[in-house]
């Protein structure tokens, strides 16, 4: 059965499993593992220069309000590097010098340099997603983004995007729901 996407604006959805070729090769293997909500997520070719978010709404049709944004943050404890991944609405932008900062534990969190964030999660700097991150790493999730039954995710890379439930993202290994992560 194929899903009906009310977000999608002009977007050609198909289900992910299906079109591995337009995501990233952890996500791929990510969503192929997922035991619930596999499913629901649908994926949908896009230009890549149209990949940031408000690019992408204005291009497709697609609600700045159903978007949801994956940052990558570190900082340092003891001289070990912490990373962590947010997800927040578009229309917010993540706490990080308060909430993540504690979940870290650290006296100081960042985002991380784009250089360093491509290279430890395999993805395209304006497609990472939390589906794939590398094991261990916490997945923040802001409690709007967990409820919302639409959302379009990176994907892993600038030519898709994901179409997912909040509930899919609140599922994923290491997420954890966090209140009043995303900032107006």
Known sequence: MTRTWTIAGSLSVEPATQRTDLLAEPVA??????????????????????????????????????????????????????YAAAMVLATTRADVNNVIKRRLDVRKASFAPMAEAVELTGMEYGGITPVGLPEGWPILVDKAVAEAPELVVGSGIRGSKLLVSGALLASLPGAEVVEDLGKV
């Open 29 to 82: 293997k990510a969503l192929a593992a997922l035991e619930n909500h596999r499913e629901e997520a649908g994926v949908a070719p896009i230009d890549p220069e149209l990949a940031d978010t408000a690019a992408f709404c204005e291009a497709y049709g697609s609600p700045l309000a159903a978007s949801a944004n994956c940052v990558v943050v570190s900082g340092k404890r003891a001289g070990e590097v912490r």
